[in-house]
């Protein structure tokens, strides 16, 4: 099917691309991009995007879809269309499913559910350890094999060095990432916030940023010695930024992210409402840990804004705040965040989401360039920049509701996803 999408702003660093242009679409692929009013389409859908932005597919790396195991939170299709809902067209699931996947067979139901149930391109990392136990190395040549593009054993730290320094030499030898969740369980056990005022004021056990800190530390020394590509998810202190932008500077290859709800929420969010959708893995940290981490994004020390999305039944979350699982669900809210607290304010501008939701996410998983040139994949997200919306008014299309962000207003919402050409989203309503 041909397809010309008329008028956008489109916006795509790699080409020092700003401008008003129309792209003709066909079998998947972008076969002309021209100045608005140049390129023209005798038989085909051509939709007017006149005042609407236009930048390559999004990716968000850091996602959880809870099936197999527990598809009462979150399956892929849900997961699916709440991607395609926010303006993702690629998504990366982690591995901490019921059960881990850790080996090939595993990544293959993922993977072949996914093209089975949604339009969304749904990549896979495999487990670093078997059972994220960190015990013993999982099966990473036969997931390698299967389609995992990289591993990680997130929602646990690996905590003992030689075991990671072991899980990193044989990534290395199939050239994946591996992903870092740094925690160091001696130090947080029993934390559900941050140490510090807040968790005194409000009586509960604190974690200190220092057990984050440490693995960044440990886990920049071990990429080093073993020269694997480290990834580190979801840093949320600003001295673990400065570690990064100290491994950058010696020209290691390491990376991060950093996700909406540390960037836009801090411990002082918490209040005696003891509201579990707050309580995150790692904790929400300070206001000053929060502008350090804009700050990182502005000066390239970070290099993507990953959802870390992580959706539960709504009677988990009614728990105890103690009791209660971590995480909030972001799919459907990351991309809206980053565009009114970020770009429309101008700490951030356009060229500087796309880097960051798009390209360097491609890049650091070694996924294909997406790009907004002749011949490329047509995996394209269009914004509305001015439509204003309230978190929740309209429901999710994910499972669960457990969002961070519930009854705010925000501005900027995708309104059409494309993946190889056909619509996921159109007009703001899922179709795929």
């Known amino acids: 099917m041909a397809l010309l999408l ?4 489109c916006v795509d660093p790699l080409l020092g691309l700003d401008g008003v242009r129309d792209i003709l679409v066909r079998d998947g692929r972008i076969v002309e ?22 930048v390559p597919g999004l990716v968000d790396m850091h996602v959880h879809l809870r099936e197999p195991g527990q598809e009462y ?33 595993a990544v293959t139901f993922v993977l072949d559910r996914a093209r ?22 999982a099966e990473m040549g036969d997931m390698a094999h299967a389609g995992a593009i990289a591993f990680t054993d997130d929602g646990r730290g690996v905590q003992d060095a030689s075991m990671m320094r072991r899980a990193m030499d044989y990534a290395r030898t199939f050239d994946v990432p591996v992903l870092s969740h740094c925690q160091d369980e001696t130090l947080s056990r029993g934390g559900v916030v941050n140490e510090g005022l807040v968790s005194t004021r409000l009586g509960l056990t604190g974690w200190p ?23 580190l998810q979801h840093v949320s202190t600003a001295a673990g930024v400065e570690l990064v932008r100290a491994a950058k500077a010696k020209g290691l290859s390491v990376s991060c992210e950093v996700t909406p709800h540390h960037l836009f929420l801090s411990e002082d969010d918490l209040d005696e409402s003891y509201d579990t959708k707050l309580k995150m893995n790692p904790p929400l940290r300070t206001r000053d840990d929060c502008a350090l981490l ?3 994004l502005r000066d390239g020390t970070v290099d993507c804004i990953a959802s870390d999305h992580a959706p539960h039944a709504a009677h988990e ?21 980053v565009l009114t607290h970020l770009v429309r304010p101008g700490i951030l501008d356009w060229t500087d989401l796309v880097r960051l939701m798009a ?3 491609r890049r650091i998983l070694g996924l294909p360039e997406v790009s907004l040139k002749a011949h490329a994949i047509a995996d394209l997200t269009v914004i509305d920049p001015v439509c204003e919306w309230t978190v929740g008014e309209d429901g999710f299309e994910s499972k669960s509701a457990n969002s961070a962000f519930v009854g705010q207003t925000l501005t900027g919402r995708a309104t059409h996803v494309f993946v190889g050409g056909f619509a996921s989203l159109e007009d703001g309503k899922v179709v795929a």
């Open 6 to 9: 008329k008028g956008a702003r």
């Open 33 to 54: 991009i021209g100045e608005a009013g140049t390129v023209t389409l005798p038989k085909g859908q051509t939709i007017d995007l006149s005042g609407k932005v236009l």
């Open 73 to 105: 939170k979150e399956d892929i299709a849900s997961g699916g269309r709440a991607a395609a809902r926010g303006g993702f067209t690629t998504v990366l699931a982690m591995p901490n499913t019921l059960p881990i996947c850790d080996r090939g067979s």
């Open 116 to 137: 089975e149930v949604t339009r969304t391109r749904v990549s896979v990392a495999g487990s670093l350890t078997r059972g994220l136990m960190g015990e013993a190395l």
């Open 209 to 231: 940023a220092a057990a984050e800190e440490i693995q960044i530390a440990r886990d920049i020394v071990l990429s080093e010695l073993t020269s694997c590509a480290l990834h």
């Open 294 to 296: 804009i700050e990182a």
């Open 317 to 337: 979350k009614a728990l105890e705040f103690e009791l209660a699982p971590f995480g909030t669900t972001g799919l459907e809210t990351s991309l809206a965040l």
């Open 359 to 361: 390209h360097n996410p």
